[in-house]
Structures are given as structure tokens and as C-alpha cells.
T-cell receptor, first 112, second 112 residues
Framework: KQEVTQIPAALSVPEGENLVLNCSFT??????LQWFRQDPGKGLTSLLL?????REQTSGRLNASLDKSSGRSTLYIAASQPGDSATYLC???????????FGKGITLSVRP | KAGVTQTPRYLIKTRGQQVTLSCSPI?????VSWYQQTPGQGLQFLFE???????NKGNFPGRFSGRQFSNSRSEMNVSTLELGDSALYLC???????????FGDGTRLSIL
């Protein structure tokens, strides 16, 4: 059974810092790893998806990496801004269908 | 391009009642998945539909059911509501398996 862990549960940083959010998973037989952002009272916004054959994906100030052998993924946020404050969730896709197993998320606060 | 639309946004029900939630996926998307989000358990997979067929089901009791129509719109039904069913119910759609999933803003269900 796949388990996804995100530690710490909360993080507070000053504006402008580069930061790394970690995600670990127990079953390395994943199809993909997806990072999402959730704002209070809202649904999830897809940020990046890394296929199992890929090592990383980039979008603007975001870079996500995947190391299947160690069961880890990281989301790198460059030059953080107050607007980046949200909960960040990672999810592992472990089947040929679309089922995702989610971590509990990291609540990020970027202080002006 | 319209995103995933979920209706209604909010629902208040009492124990023992039943409820139906609706999800309209992004145009052209054939896969629709449902998730339950609670503060304690996080996001948990309910089921996934593809071309009107349920392809995968999570570990929820039979009171939770769903269906998908020929236009890919999906509904989920919860019968004999319990207090523990209070949650944010999220729907996600994707073109097909192993593609980015796009979420709606959810239906917040409160059971009194």
C-alpha cells in the first residue's frame, strides 16, 4: 500500500528565500508524481507532473525533481513571494488508472 | 477553456439523509475521479470513472457510489449520511490515465 509523507507540516519563511519542500513515498513503482497547491476554501491547482521516466520538471520559479530509487520528490521554489503562501501537496500515481495517493501537505507562509 | 465545475458548492444535510453531488469535467476529459478531504485524514481516493465505467474504487463503504454519463459528467451519491461524512468532496478530471489531473473547487458537505 502506497504511503506518502510530507514533513514538516508547516513552514514559515521570509520573502525572497529559495526553499525546498520534501515528499517521500514508500512504493517506488509509481507512474507519476504530481505537485499541487491548495488555497484556503479552494480546490487543488496542478503545479507540476513528473512521469516515472523523468527526473525533473520546471515551470517558472518552480522546479520539481523525482528520485524513484530513494522514494523522494522535492519541489523547489525560487525567490519566494507572499502570494506563494498556500498548502502544497504531493501525490503519487501508482496505477495505470488515475488514482492518486496524497500526502497531508505542507502549509507554507511567506512573510513580507 | 472552462475548468472542472462542481455543484453545489455547499450542502447542509442531517444524519440519515442522502445526497448527490455533481461534477462536470473539462471538455474532452474522459477520466473523472472523486476524493474526500478531511482535516484528520487528508485527501482520500473514492473512485474513478473512465468512459462510463468505474475503473478503481477506494476503501469506502458501499454507501458511497457514483456514476458517469456519456458526456463524461459524473455524480456521486452518499446514502444514509453520518456525521463523519462531513468533508470537502473534490472532483478531478484528466484526458486519460497518467496525465495531469485538474480539480474543481469542491462541494463542502456538512452533516448536522
Amino acid at each position: 500500500k502506497q504511503e506518502v509523507t510530507q514533513i514538516p507540516a508547516a513552514l514559515s519563511v521570509p520573502e525572497g528565500e529559495n526553499l525546498v519542500l520534501n515528499c517521500s513515498f514508500t512504493d517506488s513503482a509509481i507512474y507519476n508524481l504530481q505537485w499541487f497547491r491548495q488555497d484556503p476554501g479552494k480546490g487543488l491547482t496542478s503545479l507540476l507532473l513528473i512521469q516515472s521516466s523523468q527526473r525533473e520538471q520546471t515551470s517558472g520559479r518552480l522546479n520539481a525533481s523525482l528520485d524513484k530509487s530513494s522514494g523522494r520528490s522535492t519541489l523547489y521554489i525560487a525567490a519566494s513571494q507572499p502570494g506563494d503562501s498556500a498548502t502544497y501537496l504531493c501525490a503519487a500515481g501508482t496505477g495505470a488508472n488515475s488514482k492518486l495517493t496524497f500526502g497531508k501537505g505542507i502549509t507554507l507562509s511567506v512573510r513580507p | 477553456k472552462a475548468g472542472v465545475t462542481q455543484t453545489p458548492r455547499y450542502l447542509i444535510k442531517t444524519r440519515g439523509q442522502q445526497v448527490t453531488l455533481s461534477c462536470s469535467p473539462i471538455s474532452g476529459h474522459r477520466s473523472v475521479s472523486w476524493y474526500q478531504q478531511t482535516p484528520g485524514q487528508g485527501l482520500q481516493f473514492l473512485f474513478e470513472y473512465f468512459s462510463e465505467t468505474q475503473r478503481n474504487k477506494g476503501n469506502f463503504p458501499g454507501r458511497f457510489s457514483g456514476r458517469q454519463f456519456s458526456n463524461s459528467r459524473s455524480e456521486m451519491n452518499v446514502s444514509t449520511l453520518e456525521l463523519g461524512d462531513s468533508a470537502l468532496y473534490l472532483c478531478a478530471s484528466s484526458l486519460w490515465s497518467n496525465q495531469p489531473q485538474h480539480f474543481g473547487d469542491g462541494t463542502r458537505l456538512s452533516i448536522l
